[in-house]
């Protein structure tokens, strides 16, 4: 199948890597404001995910940016890897003239519930929560996570959206149809409430001055926050010890030891993207 994959960061070159090596065509795309700007197809280099080596085989040089953007139904799948702020930029840009027709899977994550992410973005896009991470630094990728992508049950019962999860299925994705009404925002707190304790106990942030975190605080307003999602309340009483020791063995743990590595040494505004859009814990 021909993938059209969008987006800037380490995910999107995972999902690119992982996609070509399962033998689909996959062109690559980043994006600066309102300009779509072709990256290169040839994959060189391997992806480690979960501690497996992914070799990525080569592929052909992408077409011209006027060529491959002239009509998106080039493309079997269009996957845009986005904040829901970046989509609103490209809905203003020029890139959206070519892209209002197609019918495009966003990944992404939200601070909020279902319906406010769908006041925010277009009709033609479907939201899907991917489960996994990725990291990329100094040359090196490695993501951590499976091919699970977790979207709302109504669409299952769309008939616009049925053959894009029929192709997405087709591609290699696990589907998990489920309610999704506090489902982003449920996994958005989780991530802030993770990223905040690893920051303390890291003791490296790009600001020189912090709020101070409580973790007891953190751990009521979390549980508050994913009540409605049973799988992700049940290990909360584990989650600062299990933190902690991710922390402390990082370096024994593969790819999620460093991305995690990575992430408090070096992407101080991811973390703080997280942390500022949902405190949990101040």
Same mark, same amino acid.
């Given at each position: 199948? /021909?993938?059209?994959?969008?987006?800037?960061?380490?995910?999107?070159?995972f999902y690119a890597?992982?996609?070509?090596s399962?033998?689909?065509?996959v062109?690559?795309y980043s994006?600066?404001?309102?300009?779509?700007?072709p990256?290169?197809?040839?994959?060189?280099?391997?992806?480690?995910?979960?501690?497996?080596?992914?070799r990525?085989?080569?592929?052909?040089?992408?077409?011209?940016?006027?060529?491959?953007?002239?009509?998106?139904?080039?493309?079997d799948?269009?996957?845009?890897?986005?904040t829901?702020?970046?989509?609103?930029k490209?809905?203003?840009?020029?890139?959206?003239?070519v892209?209002?027709?197609?019918?495009?899977?966003?990944?992404?994550?939200?601070?909020?519930?279902?319906?406010?992410?769908?006041?925010?973005?277009?009709?033609?896009?479907?939201?899907?929560?991917?489960v996994?991470?990725s990291?990329?630094?100094?040359g090196h990728?490695?993501?951590?996570?499976?091919?699970?992508?977790e979207?709302?049950?109504?669409h299952?019962?769309?008939?616009?959206?049925?053959?894009?999860?029929?192709?997405?299925?087709?591609?290699?994705?696990?589907?998990q149809?489920?309610?999704?009404?506090?489902?982003?925002?449920?996994?958005?707190?989780?991530?802030?409430?993770?990223?905040?304790?690893?920051?303390?106990?890291?003791g490296h942030?790009?600001?020189?001055?912090?709020p101070?975190f409580?973790?007891? /605080?953190?751990?009521d307003?979390?549980?508050?926050?994913?009540?409605?999602?049973?799988?992700?309340?049940?290990?909360?009483?584990?989650?600062?010890?299990?933190?902690?020791?991710?922390?402390?063995q990082r370096?024994?743990?593969?790819?999620?030891?460093?991305?995690?590595?990575?992430?408090?040494l070096?992407?101080?505004? /991811?973390?703080?993207?997280?942390?500022?859009?949902l405190?949990?814990?101040?």
């Open positions: 199948m /021909k993938v059209g994959v969008v987006g800037t960061g380490a995910l999107a070159l890597h992982w996609l070509a399962l033998g689909h065509h062109v690559v994006y600066h404001e309102d300009l779509a700007t990256v290169s197809c040839v994959f060189t280099c391997d992806l480690e995910v979960d501690g497996s080596v992914i990525c085989p080569s592929k052909a040089q992408p077409p011209t940016l006027a060529s491959s953007w002239c009509d998106p139904r080039d493309f799948v269009l996957i845009l890897i986005s829901v702020q970046r989509v609103q490209i809905v203003r840009s020029e890139l959206w003239s892209l209002a027709d197609a019918d495009i899977v966003l990944l992404t994550s939200w601070h909020d519930t279902y319906s406010q992410l769908r006041d925010q973005i277009p009709s033609n896009i479907l939201p899907a929560y991917p996994a991470a990291e990329e630094w100094a990728l490695a993501a951590v996570g499976t091919a699970v992508l979207y709302d049950w109504s299952s019962l769309d008939a616009r959206w049925v053959a894009m999860l029929g192709r997405l299925h087709e591609l290699g994705f696990r589907l149809p489920m309610s999704m009404r506090s489902r982003f925002r449920a996994r958005f707190s989780t991530t802030s409430f993770s990223y905040a304790y690893i920051r303390t106990l890291s942030s790009s600001r020189a001055t912090l101070e409580n973790l007891m /605080k953190g751990l307003q979390l549980r508050s926050l994913v009540s409605a999602e049973p799988d992700l309340s049940a290990g909360l009483d584990c989650l600062p010890l299990d933190l902690e020791r991710l922390w402390m370096a024994g743990l593969g790819s999620i030891g460093w991305i995690v590595s990575v992430l408090m070096a992407k101080h505004a /991811k973390v703080d993207y997280f942390i500022d859009r405190p949990v814990g101040f």
